[in-house]
Nanobody, 118 residues
Framework: QVQLVESGGGLVQPGGSLRLSCVAS????????MGWYRQAPGKERELVAG???????NYVDSVKGRFTISRVNAKNTVYLQMNSLKPEDTARYYC????????????WGQGTQVTVSS
């Protein structure tokens, strides 16, 4: 069994910063690409940022220059540093990872709420 557990969400004022973390735990697995998605009420889930095993990152246009995704492979952890937050960034943020146990599958965390409001 592999689990992804996110942390770091919360309430922040516009212009503020938050850092999300996601740790993969379990036994005998390998991790491929990892990413952060978000879903706001009434909207579809969207990819915010993704990162390959080698560290190559990609971002949705709306967060470029404000968010930074990173990972520490030895700790099975991916981060999302979010700066200059805007009210439109308000959403539930989900960690995603491609994980190999007996085959490659997508795993999801339970999500962490980010609310940007004054």
């Amino acid at each position: 069994q592999v689990q992804l557990v996110e942390s770091g969400g919360g309430l922040v004022q516009p212009g503020g910063s938050l850092r999300l973390s996601c740790v993969a735990s379990g036994s005998t697995f390998s991790i491929g690409a990892m990413g952060w998605y978000r879903q706001a009420p009434g909207k579809e889930r969207e990819l915010v940022a993704g990162i390959t095993v080698s560290g190559r990152a990609n971002y949705v246009d709306s967060v470029k220059g404000r968010f930074t995704i990173s990972r520490v492979n030895a700790k099975n952890t991916v981060y999302l540093q979010m700066n200059s937050l805007k009210p439109e960034d308000t959403a539930r943020y989900y960690c995603n990872a491609e994980i190999y146990k007996s085959s490659w599958n997508d795993y999801w965390g339970q999500g962490t709420q980010v609310t940007v409001s004054s």
